[in-house]
T-cell receptor, first 111, second 109 residues
Framework: DAGITQSPRHKVTETGTPVTLRCHQT?????MYWYRQDPGHGLRLIHY???????DKGEVSDGYSVSRSKTEDFLLTLESATSSQTSVYFC??????????FGPGTRLTVT | GQNIDQPTEMTATEGAIVQINCTYQ??????LFWYQQHAGEAPTFLSY????GLEEKGRFSSFLSRSKGYSYLLLKELQMKDSASYLC??????????FGPGTRLSVLP
């Protein structure tokens, strides 16, 4: 395992509130990713990072922002949560060989 | 862009062999991955194919044909614990990964 933790593991929040999800890794992997997983859609990439302070958008980045100030931490922020952002969020890390290692996931419910 | 297609669900019997197909369209090709995901858990890496042909790893094998945009995952001697979703994925430009919708496999006794 890549030693990936996510916090919180579960969260319920109200529409319009800001939410930050944290991903922490202990393997010093260069790449980090945030995905969301919804029934019928599979895993969809939100944002990814290829180094400290280097990030790029994925397929479904609208409404999300990310930050990576340290190699080990990758934060996902929902500035103003909406019900359409109710989902399971997975963080992953990766190396130059493209293989990815996934965290345990965060279940977010926006009411 | 990338597009990946997989069957939604499959059912097989314990001890049997099952083949899960994946077709893809991608503007560039850097290999194809298969992941296993049990219900309520994170995906875990199964295989990576970058060249044409069959890669065997124990009871699991993965095949790739780049000219046909086609891959399959072959599971032999099925066990109940193989009941899971199987995801194929391709890295697009840079690290922009695209995952297929996943195939939910049910193994029956």
């Amino acid at each position: 395992d890549a030693g990936i933790t996510q916090s919180p593991r579960h969260k319920v929040t109200e529409t319009g509130t800001p939410v930050t999800l944290r991903c922490h890794q202990t393997e010093n992997h260069r790449y980090m990713y945030w995905y969301r997983q919804d029934p019928g859609h599979g895993l969809r990439l939100i944002h990814y990072s290829y180094g400290v302070k280097d990030t790029d958008k994925g397929e479904v980045s609208d409404g999300y922002s990310v930050s990576r100030s340290k190699t080990e931490d990758f934060l996902l922020t929902l500035e103003s949560a909406t019900s359409s952002q109710t989902s399971v969020y997975f963080c992953a890390t990766g190396t130059d060989s493209y293989e990815q290692y996934f965290g345990p996931g965060t279940r977010l419910t926006v009411t | 862009g990338q597009n990946i297609d997989q069957p939604t669900e499959m059912t097989a019997t314990e001890g049997a062999i099952v083949q899960i197909n994946c077709t893809y369209q991608t503007s560039g090709f850097n290999g194809l991955f298969w992941y296993q995901q049990h219900a309520g858990e994170a995906p875990t890496f199964l295989s990576y194919n970058v060249l044409d042909g069959l890669e065997e790893k124990g009871r699991f094998s993965s095949f790739l044909s780049r000219s046909k945009g086609y891959s399959y995952l072959l599971l032999k001697e099925l066990q109940m614990k193989d009941s899971a979703s199987y995801l194929c994925a391709v890295p697009g430009g840079g690290q922009n990964f695209v995952f297929g919708p996943g195939t939910r496999l049910s193994v029956l006794p």
